[in-house]
């Protein structure tokens, strides 16, 4: 894939995403696995923090592949747990800023870790991302659901960004690196604007 071709993916993808920011307003209905699995691709937040782990994954190679998304679906079922169960889990929209702001700044510059070290990184901020959208669910059985929709969605955006990963570095490793890189950063900024109250 050309460069050009890389950007202009980009591009389309940024213009389709949602303009809120934050998708943890808890109004409205919570319910089922359609609004479940709806709930994480409807903020830009967990959109960005989604896809830079699974770029992040992408860019450790080997076992980090499956085992640094699987983390974080596990975690953030978890996290969800304790939002469902009333639990508080202090600065979760702090936490989940942060996470994209770490995230992409990780893929930004490259960073290599070790696969537990990324395993850990990626669980805590699962544990915000999860409680977020664990404090919404409700406490009927449309509530699994729900959970099984919002688990499905994190693990799809994952996806995208290991997809994201694969097709720009085919892109050679030069221009892909640095197209991968550059998302990074863009990611990152856009955390600090999330952590800064812009969008």
């Known amino acids: 894939m050309k460069l050009k071709s890389a950007l202009g993916i980009a591009s389309l993808v940024a213009g389709l995403l949602p303009a809120a920011a934050f998708a943890h307003t808890g109004v409205g209905q919570a319910s089922g ?19 830079m782990v699974g770029v992040f994954a992408w860019q450790l190679g080997g076992r980090a592949l499956w085992l640094v998304p699987m983390v974080f679906v596990a975690v953030m079922g978890l996290g969800g747990g304790l939002g469902m169960a009333g639990i508080a ?52 059985a449309a509530g699994v659901a729900y959970g099984m929709g919002f688990m499905l969605a994190t693990a799809l955006l994952h996806a995208a960004g290991l997809g ?36």
């Open 33 to 51: 696995f359609g609004q479940g699995f709806a709930h994480p691709i409807t903020g830009l937040d967990h959109v960005l923090a989604m896809v």
């Open 89 to 140: 889990v202090p600065y979760v929209e702090v936490g989940i800023a942060l996470s994209v702001i770490v995230l992409g700044g990780v893929v930004a510059l490259g960073l290599k870790a070790p696969t537990a070290v990324a395993m850990a990184v990626v669980g805590l901020f699962a544990l915000f991302h999860g409680h977020a959208h664990g404090a919404e669910m409700p406490e009927d």
């Open 164 to 199: 994201l990963g694969i097709t720009v570095g085919k892109a050679g490793e030069r221009r892909g690196a640095a197209v991968v890189r550059a998302a990074g950063g863009i990611a990152a900024a856009a955390g600090v604007g999330l952590l800064a109250g812009m969008f």
